[in-house]
């Protein structure tokens, strides 16, 4: 009887087999796996309440264009992440047992397994997580061509955080790596383990903050999130980002076909410029320099130019840079501001600019090939480095100030202030 129910299941699954009992399950089940690896599953009762939100107020789209993708590809990676067990799904099937045990076992242990091996490429050099947090560092480490979550593959650093969701297990896993590094090298310096835990809390919540939101389908979120933490730091910015999106992000990146040079789009006008193509109002947008006045450009993107989402940075063979970084001299860029006047961006530009005409650059490269500075101990070479820099940068103050009548101007008229 038992075959018979068997031919009798097969046949029927042959004669018309999506409406046969094994037809509809197979089926089923092939659509919600589809779902799955698409992202594209329907979502809880949160998820359907953010989106239902959203639907009727349509503004909010600039913030969330998007909600059920982004929730998916998170959950995708986190039931890769050894915090994949704490989730309600991956509880019920390990009751269940059987095949959806192994499943979901399976995920959990391979997604694992590959943040153990992305862990030990990091520890290695071979791949990049967020990097220094503070600001001047990551800047000086940048200038050596060094890039935040990428694959170092020979000389070059290609960017891996735009693909989701294998993006945010290498992010986490190198992060963690990153911060492992830093306990160990802390506990070592202090063998009291008197770790700095403020610095070891900002490392972790910028993991978690670059691994989730920093991401382009979750942009709007967390620029809306540095305004309201700090209004007066990122709110112009957030304004100037929002007008900027009425140009398509399309036409954006045409415009870096043209220009590959990074402009210094300080106002919302600029900003909206700045994302216009092959018009030429972009190229009267001053460009951003570096602190010796030579012009920013964008990492080249692999393949299809600035439309591929990976981007390549080739490493800098710059003896400065590499001097700099390896000293411990993280230089900030200069004020915008001369006497207390503030500075326009073409005159902030102009102020860079002047270093690349007093060849500070190729002064301070004179230095450190010198016999002198090469037996000299660490500190010192720091010294002499960051004396020689902040002397070359009051030189191209007051060479822009005594060329510049608007900045006297104004210096004049905030001096006659003080006396009034």
């Known amino acids: 009887q038992a075959w018979q129910r068997v031919s009798q299941l097969v046949k029927e699954h042959s004669d018309n087999p999506l409406q046969s009992p094994i037809g509809k ?20 009762e949160t998820g359907k309440n953010v989106q239902s939100f959203i639907n009727r107020n349509p503004y909010w789209r600039f913030l969330l264009p998007f909600v059920r993708t982004p929730v998916n590809i998170v959950k995708y990676a986190g039931e890769r992440t ?29 997604g694992s397994s590959v943040m153990t091996t992305v862990g030990i490429l990091a520890g290695g050099g071979q791949i990049t997580g967020a990097g220094p947090t503070d600001a001047n560092e990551r800047r000086a480490l940048m200038a050596t061509g060094w890039r935040p979550y990428s694959l170092k593959i020979g000389n ?31 506990s070592e310096k202090n063998k009291e383990n008197e770790l700095e835990l403020d610095k070891l ?3 972790l919540m910028g993991s978690v903050t670059n691994n989730l939101t920093n991401k382009t389908f979750l942009s709007g979120i967390s620029s809306a999130i540095q305004v ?36 210094d789009a300080r106002s919302i006008t600029d900003n909206f410029i700045n994302r216009l193509p092959f018009l030429g109002y972009r190229k009267e947008l001053p460009a951003r320099r570096d602190i010796f006045g030579d012009v920013r450009t964008r990492d080249q993107g692999l393949g299809i130019s600035t439309f591929s989402p990976i981007r390549l940075s080739k490493m800098k063979e710059d003896p400065v840079y590499n001097e700099f970084y ?9 004020t915008r501001k001369i006497r207390n006047v503030e500075l326009e961006p073409k005159e902030y530009e102009q102020l860079l600019a002047i270093q690349k005409k007093l060849k500070t650059k190729e002064r301070i490269n004179r230095i450190i090939k010198s016999s002198g500075y090469k037996n000299l101990p660490e500190y010192r070479k720091k010294e002499i480095l960051d004396k020689t820099l902040k002397k070359q940068q009051k030189r191209a103050r007051d060479i822009l100030f005594r060329s510049n009548k608007r900045i006297q101007k104004e210096y004049i008229q905030l001096e006659k202030d003080k006396f009034q």
């Open 25 to 44: 399950d197979v089926n089923l089940k092939a659509m919600d796996v589809g779902r799955y690896q698409t992202f594209t599953r329907e979502l809880g």
């Open 82 to 110: 050894p915090l994949g067990f704490m989730s309600k799904e991956f509880k019920e099937k390990l009751a269940k047992g059987g095949a959806e045990r192994d499943e979901v076992l399976g995920r959990l242990l391979f």
């Open 326 to 334: 390896k000293v411990g001299l993280y230089p900030s860029m200069p």
């Open 156 to 186: 070059a650093y290609y960017s891996y955080n735009r693909f989701e969701p294998v993006g945010i297990l290498f992010g986490i896993a190198a992060d963690m790596q990153e911060i492992g590094d830093y306990v160990f090298n802390e």
């Open 201 to 203: 809390a900002s490392m």
């Open 228 to 263: 309201i933490t700090d209004p007066s730091r990122y709110g112009e910015r957030f304004v100037q980002r929002f007008t900027g999106s009425f140009v398509p992000t399309i036409f954006a990146h045409a415009s870096q076909l043209d220009d590959p040079v990074l402009r």
